[in-house]
């Protein structure tokens, strides 16, 4: 698909944005769906100047990332009441001149979950109580989870605990926890950290699934060993895509093509490292 005069502008904005993984994922998509759509990333020190650009300048949507996720809320005309709860927005979309926020992070850890094992009623224990662990958390009690967190401050395990009444516990207790679901949503692993796991490989039990949201390397320490400990695994990467997918979806009003996104991810992380 050409550029031209009727072509949809979108972007990602954030700081650094210049490793985002957004456009291939996105310009991938719009691509097989022979939209006329471009998706670009731009690098935005002053949030409030962006948006009246994408005001200004009419761009369709934005995806939004750090640290601008909180800063941006009190720009827009309209939050989706979902990501008012979680206190963040990570999609903008732009319907004549007025911005509405949304929060598709959430649902990216669902659906990532949701292509390996059900969530309703099952135990999930969430690792982390950061901005990432917030949406998570919000997800997965909308789908009906029983949630425990455990954070190294347990202040902050406490605060996320009260907002979707979870249970907070100490990590050494995670043996005695029956845990169906275990989510890694802190940054612990990430390139280059990567011989750091959030967790002891002793404490894996082979029946769990197990999720990080940590996706460079594709496979963190704290998957590999979960794998060697007989537990099914999901990858990182897979919520970046799902929340990609639903972001293209607001855009476009269309069906994402997942399977290309995936793929032009994929290959994307494999240049990368
Ligand atoms: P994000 O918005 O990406 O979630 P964040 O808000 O800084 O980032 O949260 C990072 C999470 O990783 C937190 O849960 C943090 O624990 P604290 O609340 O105790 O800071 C966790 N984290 C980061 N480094 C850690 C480390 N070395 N050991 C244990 N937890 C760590």
Not at 96 to 121: M, P, Q, R, V
Not at 133 to 143: C, D, M, S, V
Not at 249 to 268: G, N, S, W, Y
Request: net charge positive; with cysteine.
């Amino acid at each position: 698909m050409s550029i031209n005069g009727t072509t949809k502008i979108c972007a990602t904005i954030g700081n650094p944005v210049e490793h985002s993984l957004s456009p291939v994922m996105h310009n991938a998509a719009y691509e097989e769906m022979g939209l006329n759509f471009v998706f670009l990333a731009c690098k935005v020190l002053d949030v409030k100047k962006a948006l009246d650009g994408v005001r200004g300048l009419n761009f369709r949507g934005l995806s939004v990332t750090m640290p601008h996720k909180i800063e941006a809320m009190k720009y827009l005309d309209d939050i989706d009441e979902t990501a008012q709860k979680i206190g963040a927005i990570n999609t903008i979309v732009n319907d004549n001149g007025k911005l509405k926020g949304y929060n598709t992070d959430y649902a990216g850890t669902t659906l990532a979950l949701l292509e390996k094992t059900k969530i309703k009623g099952k135990n999930v224990v969430l690792l982390g109580a950061g901005g990432a662990a917030r949406a998570i958390a919000f997800g997965l009690k909308k789908e009906g989870a029983n949630i425990t967190i455990i954070n190294r401050t347990k202040d902050k395990a406490s605060g996320l605990a009260k907002f979707i009444d979870a249970k907070v516990d100490d990590l050494s207790n995670i043996i005695k926890i029956k845990v169906d679901i275990l989510i890694n949503a802190t940054s612990l692993g990430m390139d280059p950290n990567v011989n750091i796991s959030a967790m002891p490989q002793e404490y894996f039990r082979k029946n769990m699934t197990v999720f990080d949201i940590v996706y460079r390397p594709k496979e963190t320490k704290f998957l590999r060993e979960a794998r060697e400990s007989g537990c099914q695994i999901v990858y990182g990467y897979k919520m970046l895509l799902y929340q990609a997918v639903a972001q293209f979806e607001l855009f476009t009003q269309k069906k994402a093509p997942v399977a290309i996104m995936e793929k032009a991810l994929l290959d994307a992380l494999e240049r990368k490292n």
